[in-house]
């Protein structure tokens, strides 16, 4: 190794501890929110793209009313063909579903969520992970219907 490499890999050594430093320094002592927005976060988040959903035309369910909207009472299963990458599938309703759906990747596990509506009022909203041609849940709970809807963003 020549003494040029040398002081390269000692500069790098010396600017992983002072970042390390920085981060344990910068740190907070409580829980944090999980449900706040991070304005540092979201502009990493904005650099790698939006992430891209899945088209209602490629879902079907047996509920479906028309292309992208689903209305049952009880259960109803959609169908999402392979949408050729990660996909994200969202579902917005105005009153609470739930929602069982496969793990994307070779994951043996089932994710299940009950979605409340938002306080804001925009309802409630489902996104799910889907890599593959995959069935998910949906429930209605109680004794009325549910109306549901595939949306984009």
């Known amino acids: 190794m020549s003494g040029r490499q040398k002081v390269l890999l000692g500069l790098l050594a010396v600017a992983l501890v002072a ?3 920085v981060a344990v320094g910068a740190g907070r002592d409580d829980n944090g929110d999980p449900g706040a927005r991070y ?3 979201d502009r990493l988040g904005a650099l790698g ?3 891209a959903t899945v088209d209602p035309a490629t879902v079907s369910a047996d509920c479906a009313d028309k292309t992208g909207r689903l209305v049952f009472s009880g259960v ?26 496969p793990a994307p990747g070779d994951a043996d596990l089932t994710i299940r969520d009950e979605v409340e509506p938002a306080s804001d009022g925009t309802g409630a ?11 998910v849940g949906l429930s209605c709970p109680g ?7 595939v949306a984009t963003t």
């Open 76 to 101: 109803c299963v959609v169908r999402v063909a392979d949408p050729g990458g990660l996909r994200t599938l969202v579902l917005r309703s105005a009153a609470r579903f739930a929602v069982a759906a």
């Open 143 to 149: 004794l009325g219907g549910c109306t549901v809807v």
């Open 19 to 21: 970042l390390f430093v």
């Open 39 to 41: 304005g540092f976060v």
């Open 49 to 51: 793209g939006e992430r």
């Open 125 to 135: 909203v489902a996104k799910v992970a889907v890599d593959k041609a995959t069935e």
